[in-house]
């Protein structure tokens, strides 16, 4: 094996072939991201871009909070966890539309084993005091806090509670920002719709390297076709109010939130997961749900009646996948081919974390393709 031209004939050696990713959603950008500030080169494909506004391009229309999820595997975890740290460093910068807001979760009923309580883990239990000497240090100038509330605290018709500061991210400022992040650190973003993965291939012979980061496209892709992959209709209302630094979130059946959106003065309230439904028209009975939903989690942000010209609506098709998300690598042949779609209702508190899993996929890769000598 020589390392620089043994696998295709290619004259470059692997860390300057560019690393070809399919789809600029958050999960190919936060990719992107991480592998160009590991020194690598990289090419985005995609047919909607950082700032598009599409119903199929997940990404613009995500809430979107960073919620601890509850039932996944500690891995998974993990990844929400890099996620979490990436988000509180952004949101130090107010154009990266990362915002650290109150949360307020509360719970129907008593928590599970494998519930959502292990989010606890990265926010502190105790106030730490100004003269903290965390306090002066870079990027730890708020520390996090996780307390759960007493009873007469919240609502009396739930179980127990939680008070919690977590981050939310606001996709109409954080995907243009990232997509300059990218073109600053020398990635290179080419809009083109692909059938395949082979036409992706052919347009970069000298590559070894691609990702599939394509979400739902994964399903109609002709050499991907993955039939567990399918939509998951989401529509939710954009209320306008100064009232937006407080997450709300309803922990059991019914499935309610209020997302706060600081840096576009307002609320996104939900939620709704619909399959079958690739509607781009508002459903009215929804929102009139949603918003009474709403009004009834956080009555002090969400009035009974607001007045219409506040109100606006988000329609957006997440990727689901049957079996959850893929993330993984396997040889095609001289090629290394990394899958990485199916986040569902979760692609923005995985992002960074998948990024950095990305990342290690990718160094494996690189070590298959050159001479390590002795
Ligand atoms: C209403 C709503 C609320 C949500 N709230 C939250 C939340 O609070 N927290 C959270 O974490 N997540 C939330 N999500 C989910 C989140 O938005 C998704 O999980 C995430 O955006 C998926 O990102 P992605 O990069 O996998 O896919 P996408 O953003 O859909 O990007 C796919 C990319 O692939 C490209 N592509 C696909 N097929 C092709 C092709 N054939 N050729 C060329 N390009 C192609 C597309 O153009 C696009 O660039 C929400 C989603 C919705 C709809």
């Known amino acids: 094996m020589g390392g620089s031209n043994s696998v295709n004939g290619s004259l470059l050696p692997f860390s300057q072939r560019p690393i070809v990713i399919l789809g600029a959603g958050i999960i190919g950008c936060a990719a992107a991201r991480q592998l160009l500030r590991a020194g690598f080169s990289v090419v985005v494909v995609a047919e909607f871009l950082p700032g598009d506004q599409d119903i199929n391009y997940a990404s613009a229309w995500a809430g979107a909070a960073w919620h601890a999820a509850g039932g996944i ?85 739930f179980h127990s509670a939680w008070a919690y500061d977590t981050l939310v991210t606001d996709p109409t ?55 567990n992959v399918y939509p998951e209709r989401g529509q939710n209302v954009f209320l306008r109010t100064d009232a937006c630094h407080t997450f709300y979130f309803r922990n059991g059946q019914e499935y309610t939130y209020v997302i706060p959106r600081p840096s576009s003065q307002g609320v996104v309230l939900g939620g709704v997961k619909q399959q079958g439904s690739l509607s781009p028209e508002v459903d009215p009975e929804i929102a ?52 990485a779609y199916g986040f569902g209702g979760g692609g923005y508190a995985f992002s960074y974390g998948v990024a950095d899993a990305i990342q290690k996929l990718v160094e494996r890769a690189e070590r298959e393709h050159v001479i390590v000598e002795e």
């Open 73 to 157: 595997t500690p891995d998974q975890r993990y990844y929400q966890v890099i996620s979490h740290r990436v988000l509180l460093r952004m949101a130090q910068d107010p154009e990266s539309g990362v915002h650290v807001v109150d949360g307020r979760e509360y719970l129907e009923k008593e928590p599970a084993p494998n519930s959502a309580i292990w989010g606890r883990t990265v926010v502190s239990k105790v106030r730490r005091p100004e003269s903290s000497h965390l306090a002066g240090s870079p990027g730890l100038t708020q520390i996090l806090q996780f307390r759960e509330l007493n009873q007469g605290e919240y609502p009396a018709n």
């Open 288 to 339: 009139r749900d949603e918003l009474e939903r709403a009004h009834r989690l956080a009555p002090d942000v969400v009035p009974e009646k607001p007045s219409a010209e506040n109100i606006s609506h988000i329609i957006g098709i997440r990727s689901s996948r049957k079996g959850g998300f893929r993330l993984d690598s396997e040889k095609q042949g001289h090629r290394t081919l990394l899958s």
């Open 173 to 227: 400022r954080h995907m243009p920002w990232l997509g300059q992040q990218i073109t600053k650190l020398g990635g290179r973003f080419v809009r083109q719709r692909v059938n395949s993965l082979e036409e992706l291939y052919s347009m970069f012979p000298e590559s070894t390297l691609f990702i599939n980061a394509s979400g739902i496209g994964s399903k109609t892709l002709t050499d991907v076709q993955d039939d």
